[in-house]
């Protein structure tokens, strides 16, 4: 039997959004020289928004078509936490090498801070739990990741999918007002609270952004006309919104709770969605159904450590 062919690009976006992360992230540690309109551009199209978008939408898809709850928990275990343990271990070896583990093997500690960051996903809450594992006198200046700290938030949306697009909702014609719901507490969260300190892995600041892509989802049968082959005008939209935004003494900051960044935010998952849904076989034959973005996500600042230490 030959390979599917998916129907959609979202490998590509994906692939593009990790590449943005990348590339954010070795401007600002490498102190790479960019041209103004190349940093501009970069603002206009941030990676994380762009992932939870697309995690709403295929996340909502693949909750619906799973039998039962632990069939669904199982798909997303597998999705995340393999990659994510080789990822969090490989780092520890770094440390241990370059002479910044603040914590002995041989400690209890040691082996807690691991079980909660495998558990938990993220280097960040481990280390408010437990202690941090990382000490600055070795050879890295900081704990050479700089993404972990989503990786809550992604199983967060995990963990509550069920819950706001549940099948006896959807039975009951609720999961519209359900998804309603859920976006308006997010956003009122957005606008209380600040994005900083423990805050940034609250998954209320960013529930909305992966709703735009799980409501997109569900009425998909009939929004796919205003998408759908339409990529070139969601991008045209928002690079215009971008530059106007921009004109006005301002900047597009997606964590950033101002109204004009809620708006560029919903352009931003329309020219996602729709790139996704434009020449859809696009996807296929640069990468053969073979989605790379999570390695390059999660081993991009790793590298850019061990290889440019002069920056970390």
Known sequence: MGTMVHRNNFDLVRLFAAAEVMLTH?????????????????????????????????????????????????????????????????????????????????????????????????????????????????????????VLWTLPIELSFYVLAPVILGKRLAARGLVGLSIAFWAAASLLCFFAIKREGDWIVFVGLYLWIFLLGAAAQRYWERLAPLFEGRAAWWLIAHLALTFAIIAS??????????????????????AALSCAHTLP????????????????????????????????
């Not at 960051?117 to 280097?123: I, W």
């Not at 003494?249 to 329309?270: D, K, M």
Request: proline share 6%.
């Open 26 to 146: 070795g401007v600002a540690h490498l102190k790479l020289p960019i041209p103004a309109l190349l940093d501009q551009l970069l603002n206009a199209f941030p990676g994380v928004p762009i992932f939870f978008v697309v995690s709403g939408f295929l996340i909502s898809g693949s909750y619906g078509r799973q039998k039962d709850i632990p069939s669904y928990a199982a798909s997303r275990v597998l999705r995340v936490y393999p990659a994510l343990w080789v990822n969090l271990a490989g780092i520890t070896i770094m440390l241990a090498v370059a002479g910044n583990l603040a914590l002995e093997p041989s400690t209890f500690r040691f082996w807690l801070w691991h079980v909660v960051a495998f558990a938990l996903g993220s280097d960040y809450l481990a280390s408010n739990i437990i202690g941090g594992i990382f000490k600055g006198d070795g050879v890295f200046g900081f704990y050479p990741s700089g």
């Open 249 to 270: 003494g301002s900047s597009p900051v997606y964590v950033s709770p101002r109204w004009f960044n809620i708006l560029h935010t919903c352009t931003l998952a329309g």
């Open 281 to 312: 076989t696009l996807s296929y034959k640069f990468l053969r159904n073979r989605d790379i973005s999570y390695g390059l996500y999660l081993w991009h600042m790793p590298v850019f450590c061990t290889f440019w230490l002069q920056a970390c």
